[in-house]
């Protein structure tokens, strides 16, 4: 069966620091990937996705993200945390034959001054 | 309007009322979808309209129904809600060409719903 799990419920990083969320994920063919941020009382916004091609993707606010096959990881990473990235993140993935999104639990971001 | 549009954004009501949820999609769309989010549980997808084919999650309780008259608009309909139905309603909508698509779902801001 389809799955993804983020280990972690809440990150805290302080500002200026590297922060990686995690994500892992159990399909049984090849995976499309995506990392989501919500913002308090917003929906979803989508910040990158891996289809296939080069296993690091970049995306928005300076976002980007790590595809191991190997390892089944997706994860997301920053290389200087802002105040302004606390939010909660959202892995997801979807099998090339199903449009349907399988998610993750969420990870809360806690970026301090 | 630009985006995925929601309303009510909040919503409170008894168990015996009958409400409805709204949501528009102003971005030229074909699929369009019904979100649960319950705090630190993955987003539960209710249901999906996709290429004027509706797909739906079989534990969802009858009590939601959703309608979706055109490829723009889509409701969920309730009625006789539980406390435990209490939850942010997310609706989503992307552009689906076939088992093979890849694109991103777009969200709204969601619907608070408190039943009491």
């Known amino acids: 069966a389809q799955s993804v799990a983020q280990p972690e419920d809440q990150v805290n990083v302080a500002e200026g620091n590297p922060l990686t969320v995690k994500c892992t994920y159990s399909?049984?063919?090849?995976?499309?990937l995506f990392w989501y941020v919500q913002y308090p009382n917003r929906g979803l916004q989508f910040l990158l996705k891996?289809?296939?091609?080069d296993n690091l993707v970049k995306g928005s606010y300076g976002f980007e993200a790590e595809f191991n096959k190997s390892q089944t990881s997706f994860h997301l990473k920053k290389p200087s945390a802002l105040v302004s990235d606390s939010a909660l993140y959202f892995c997801?993935?979807?099998?090339?034959?199903?449009?349907?999104?399988?998610w993750g639990a969420g990870t809360k971001l806690i970026i301090k001054p | 309007e630009t985006g995925v549009t929601q309303t009510p954004r909040h919503l409170v009501m008894g168990m015996t009322n009958k409400k409805s949820l709204k949501c528009e999609q102003h971005?030229?769309?074909?699929?369009m979808y019904w979100y649960k989010q319950s705090a630190k549980k993955p987003l539960e997808l209710m249901f999906v309209?996709?290429?004027?084919?509706?797909?739906e999650n079989n534990s969802v309780p009858s009590r939601f129904s959703p309608e979706c008259p055109n490829s723009s608009h889509l409701f969920l309909h309730l009625h006789t809600l539980q406390p435990e139905d209490s939850a942010l309603y997310l609706c989503?909508?992307?552009?689906?060409?076939?088992?093979?698509?890849?694109?991103?779902?777009?969200f709204g801001p969601g619907t608070r719903l408190t039943v009491l």
């Open positions: 989503a909508s992307s552009q689906e060409s076939g088992g093979s698509s890849y694109n991103e779902q777009f």
């Open positions: 971005l030229g769309h074909n699929a």
């Open positions: 309209y996709s290429l004027e084919e509706r797909v």
């Open positions: 399909v049984s063919g090849n995976p499309y």
């Open positions: 891996y289809i296939t091609g």
């Open positions: 997801a993935v979807r099998e090339v034959s199903n449009y349907q999104l399988i």
